[in-house]
C-alpha cells in the first residue's frame, strides 16, 4: 500500500519532510499541500510532489478522501488545531514538535486519542531514532549502572531577534526534555534555571545562555547547557554518568583534517544536517505505521509530559534558581 500523505504547513520543515518522502523513503507519497502562505505550498508542489493537490487550509485537506494520513510542520501555536482535526478524521498524523504551545492543548489531544481508543499520532522528537542516541541509550540500560547524573548541551550558532527567552525551552530544550526521559527510563519532578552573565551575541529579549537543572524522580540531577548564540555551530552534547562508568554520545561523522599546522575536526552548523539520518527513521516509522491505520513513535503522551515540563522550566526562569516541581497525572492505558 502507497500511503497518502498531505503536508500543513511546507516552511523549512515541511519541505524537507516532502522531499523525504517523495524522493527518499519508500511505501508513501505526498498528494496534499497546504500553507496559510499559498505561495509556499505551490513551491513545493512544483519542486518536490508535481501530482500533489493544494488546498485552501488544512481542515480541508485533513478531510479530503484523497488523503490516508497527515503531516503536521506548521508554527507550534497552529499544531493542535490540525492534529484534533486529524484525530476526529481517524487518521494517522506526524506533529512536529511541540505537539501543543500549552500543556491544556496538549492535553485536549491527549483525551481525544485516548477517547478514539487507538493511537494515531506520533510527535517529532526525532532524537530517539538517532544512532548515536539509540546506541547511547544501550549502554545506559545495560553498562554503566545505574545513571546518576548528564551533563549536556544544546548549542545553536545564532537564532533571529524574535527568538525570546521561553524559546529556549519551549523550541529547542524540548528536544532534551523528551529524550532524557526515554534515555533513563524516568520522569522528571523539577526544574531549576540558572543564568550566567548573557553573551555579547545575544539580543535584548534573550537571555543566553541558561542552564537548566531537571530533577528526576529516580534521582538523576541533569544539566543542560542551552546556548543558542554559540557562535561556532550547531553542537548536541550530552554524557551520562552512571555507577560503574560514564558514557557519552558520539559526535557526528567528520573528516578528520592535518591542514595548515592545525588536527582539525570541521562542525556542523545546521540542525537539518545534524539530524538528517534520523528525521528519515522516524518518518519512515510514521509510514509503515501509518499503512496499518495507526502510529509509532513518541506519543501524544510524550508530547503533553514535554508540555508540562517546559512550563515548568518556564517558570523557573523567573524563579531565581528556585526549584519548581514538576507533577504530572496518571498515564492513560493506551500510553504503557
Ligand atoms: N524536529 C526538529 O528538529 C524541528 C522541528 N521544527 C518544528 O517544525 C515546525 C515548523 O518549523 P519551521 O519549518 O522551521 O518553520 P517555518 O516558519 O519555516 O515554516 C512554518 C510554515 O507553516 C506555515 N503556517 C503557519 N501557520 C499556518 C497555519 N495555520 N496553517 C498552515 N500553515 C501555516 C507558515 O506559513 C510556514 O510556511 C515548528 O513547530 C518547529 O518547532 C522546526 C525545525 C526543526
Ligand atoms: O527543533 C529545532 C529548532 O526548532 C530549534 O530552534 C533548534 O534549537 C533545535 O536544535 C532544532 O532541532
Known amino acids: 500500500m502507497t500511503v497518502r500523505i498531505g503536508v500543513i504547513g511546507t516552511g523549512a520543515i515541511g519541505r524537507d519532510h516532502a522531499r523525504r518522502i517523495n524522493h527518499v523513503l519508500g511505501g508513501a507519497k505526498i498528494v496534499a499541500l497546504s500553507d496559510v502562505n499559498k505561495a509556499s505550498a505551490e513551491a513545493v508542489r512544483q519542486d518536490i510532489a508535481p501530482d500533489a493537490k493544494v488546498y485552501d487550509t488544512g481542515e480541508e485537506l485533513i478531510a479530503s478522501s484523497d488523503v490516508d494520513a497527515v503531516l503536521v510542520t ?53 532524537r530517539r531514532y538517532d544512532a548515536g542516541y539509540v546506541a547511547l541509550k544501550q549502554a545506559v540500560d545495560s553498562k554503566i549502572g545505574a545513571p546518576i547524573m548528564v551533563h549536556a548541551a544544546h548549542r545553536n550558532p545564532t537564532v533571529p531577534e524574535q527568538y525570546v527567552t521561553p524559546m529556549a525551552i519551549h523550541d529547542t530544550l524540548i528536544h532534551e526534555i523528551d529524550v532524557f526521559r526515554w534515555l533513563l527510563n524516568d520522569d522528571y519532578v523539577s526544574a ?24 528526576t524522580a529516580k534521582g ?20 551520562v554518568v552512571g555507577e560503574d562508568g560514564i558514557a557519552r554520545l558520539p559526535e557526528p561523522m567528520a573528516i578528520q583534517m592535518r591542514l595548515g599546522a592545525k588536527l582539525q575536526n570541521e562542525i556542523l552548523t545546521d540542525w537539518k544536517d545534524r539530524f538528517i539520518a534520523s528525521y528519515d527513521v522516524e518518518l519512515q516509522d510514521f509510514i509503515h505505521a501509518a499503512a496499518k491505520g495507526t502510529a509509532s513513535g513518541p506519543t501524544s503522551w510524550d508530547g503533553y509530559v514535554a508540555a508540562i515540563t ?7 526562569q523567573d524563579s531565581e534558581g ?15
Open 74 to 126: 506548521s508554527w507550534g501555536a497552529t499544531h493542535e488545531q490540525y492534529v484534533l482535526a486529524a484525530i476526529a478524521a481517524g487518521k494517522p498524523c506526524f506533529c512536529e514538535k511541540p505537539l501543543a504551545t500549552t500543556a491544556d492543548g496538549a492535553k485536549r489531544i491527549v483525551d481525544a486519542e485516548v477517547s478514539h481508543g487507538k493511537r494515531l499520532v506520533q510527535v517529532g522528537f526525532m
Open 192 to 215: 531549576r534555571v540558572l543564568f550566567p552573565r548573557s553573551s555579547a551575541r545575544s539580543h535584548a529579549k534573550l537571555k543566553d545562555p541558561q542552564i537548566v537543572i531537571l530533577e
Open 220 to 239: 538523576t540531577i541533569i544539566n543542560v547547557e542551552v546556548f543558542v548564540n554559540c557562535h561556532y555551530g550547531y553542537d548536541i552534547q550530552c554524557e
Open 310 to 316: 517546559s512550563d515548568a522550566c518556564v517558570t523557573a
Open 322 to 336: 528556585d526549584a519548581v516541581a514538576i507533577n504530572l497525572p496518571t498515564r492513560p492505558s493506551l500510553y504503557n
